[in-house]
């Protein structure tokens, strides 16, 4: 399973960016499409999610702002994040979560986003 994230890039707060994420295989083969990030020197979070039957759940840091969806046609995933902050910045990544949730994850490289003015 190959997962492909791009999109990323500079932006100033209170900007927009749009991440995709290209997964190769069966799309409706994995429980769940997420989107993570990481800060420098923080864990790596969770910042949305959607599930296998269209069920979208995000981090209480994003809810209004960021929304995720995808192409089913297309084996792709998307994140639109609007209102962007300073505190947004980090590395995006998307992973597709096996149907066997004790199975590890597929992980994309990384997509850079910065926010900054």
């Known amino acids: 399973v190959q997962v492909v994230e791009s999109g990323g890039g500079l932006v100033q707060p209170g900007g927009s960016l749009r991440l995709s994420c290209g997964v190769s295989?069966?799309?409706?083969?994995?429980?769940?499409m997420e989107w993570h990030r990481q800060a420098p020197g923080e864990q790596r979070e969770s910042v949305a999610v959607?599930?296998?039957?269209?069920?979208?759940t995000y981090a209480d840091s994003v809810k209004g702002r960021f929304t995720v969806s995808r192409d089913s046609a297309e084996n792709k995933v998307y994140l639109q994040m609007d209102s962007l902050k300073p505190e947004d910045t980090g590395l995006y990544y998307c992973?597709?979560?096996?149907?066997?949730?004790?199975?590890?994850?597929?992980w994309g490289q990384g997509t850079q986003v910065t926010v900054s003015s």
């Open positions: 959607v599930s296998r039957r269209g069920q979208k």
């Open positions: 295989g069966n799309f409706f083969s994995f429980d769940s």
């Open positions: 992973a597709a979560r096996p149907s066997d949730r004790r199975a590890d994850r597929y």
